[in-house]
């Protein structure tokens, strides 16, 4: 089979479109308690109406009146709230660093199995609520002060790669057959692809993939063409930085997964969310590149 050949039959065989991935209940927002209503203020002590105002006769004085003593009374002490009333630090729906390492020390702990997002969801509540019971202490799944003081005094400060990792799961063990070679590692168990040299990892991204309609082949493949700005035959669907591998599976950028994440798959593809790393990706990879793909 000649070049040409060879590259229009995969132009005819290309297309990877998103598809959409049903069937996860959204959280419901947490309610917050309203604050209490303001009685509207009168008008201030001591101000003249801008009008007279008729008194019932009896209301007249007949004389001037002395003022009346005045009494200087202490004003009310507001008493200092107990401790459960006092606000959860973080609690569903807080995000931001301090929550990247309150992730990072739980993984630590050994109660939070995925990498640190910075998010305070279901899964980082349940592993609150894990150390919590482990340590006799209410189970609320809510980070107040001294569920965080106890996890401070139970694990280390966590080092940037812990609270950064490059990888929303963790990155699994290679496959063997990865360990030779020019390799695009791919594991569909962590969602995660190692580009590998020699059994050396170079850089590890995000990928997700077909849907069970259109899985995405395992096995072992080797890139076989490339195309820097392609676009689906089948769907019209843009296809950046596509690396083929098998018929028209290809490792590629998908602006989708960047936007939507896992609530999206492909036609068969394997996406890739981060664009500058795929555009490395691309640029290192070479036609005869070996692509092992494997659960």
Not at 68 to 93: D, F, H, I, K, N
């Amino acid at each position: 089979m000649t070049a040409a050949l060879l590259l229009t039959g995969a132009a005819l065989a290309t297309g990877c479109k998103p598809v959409e991935v049903t069937g996860g209940a959204s959280a419901s927002p947490v309610p917050r308690a309203s604050d209490p209503a303001v009685p509207p203020a009168g008008p201030p002590t001591g101000t003249t109406p801008s009008a007279p105002v008729s008194l019932p006769p009896d209301d007249k004085p007949s004389a001037p009146a002395a003022p009346a003593a005045t009494t200087v009374r202490p004003a009310p002490t507001t008493p200092a709230p107990s401790p459960s009333a006092e606000p959860p630090l973080m609690t569903v729906g807080s995000e931001g660093a301090r929550v990247r390492e309150l992730q990072a020390r739980l993984r630590q702990a050994g109660l939070f199995a995925r990498n640190p997002t910075g998010y305070y969801g279901s899964v980082t509540a349940e592993a609150v609520d894990s150390f919590q019971r482990r340590g006799g202490l209410p189970a609320t799944g809510r980070t107040d002060t001294v569920t965080w003081q106890r996890l401070l005094a139970a694990t280390r400060a966590p080092t940037p790669s812990e609270l950064d990792p490059p990888t929303a799961l963790p990155v699994t063990a290679p496959d063997p057959r990865c360990l030779t070679g020019r390799v695009l590692c791919i594991s569909k168990e962590s969602r995660t692809l190692a580009w590998m040299i020699d059994g050396r990892v170079v850089s590890v991204m995000d990928v997700r993939f077909g849907s069970e309609y259109t899985p995405t082949r395992e096995g072992v493949f080797s890139v076989y063409w490339k195309s820097r700005h392609h676009v689906s035959t089948l769907y019209g669907s843009p296809m950046p930085y596509a690396m083929f591998f098998s018929g028209g599976q290809a490792v590629h950028y998908s602006a989708d997964f960047a936007a939507r994440g896992y609530g999206g798959a492909s036609h068969g593809c394997v996406n890739v969310r981060d664009e500058k790393k795929v555009s490395a990706l691309y640029a290192q990879v070479k036609d005869g590149d070996k692509v092992v793909i494997y659960h």
